[in-house]
């Protein structure tokens, strides 16, 4: 008689294992743009510097400031010139979040 042929399953640990490392790497990126945002935010009290946060989730990651003047002092406005931070900050580090994304160690 023929032994039957065993099969073994990993698919739930390589997928746990997979969205841990996934969530590492939007982790890691969302830090660099927090960084550099707060690195290049215009400083006049330090509030909107002191605001600059973020979050992440397992595929998401969002750097964010609840400063009411924000908006205004990232895109400007009649009076005000625009002294972008956040947006400059994603694109100063898109080399950088490219190379974490494209590492394959997990």
Known sequence: MKKPTKIDWYGDKVARRTA???HK???QATILVLSD???NVAVDTGRLRNSIDMETAPTVGVVYTNVD???HVEM???KQIAQPFLRPALFNQEENIKRIFNDNKL
């Open 69 to 71: 003047y924000a908006p």
């Open 20 to 22: 841990d490392t996934v």
């Open 37 to 39: 945002a707060v690195l």
């Open 25 to 27: 790497k939007v982790r």
């Open 76 to 78: 400007g406005t009649e």
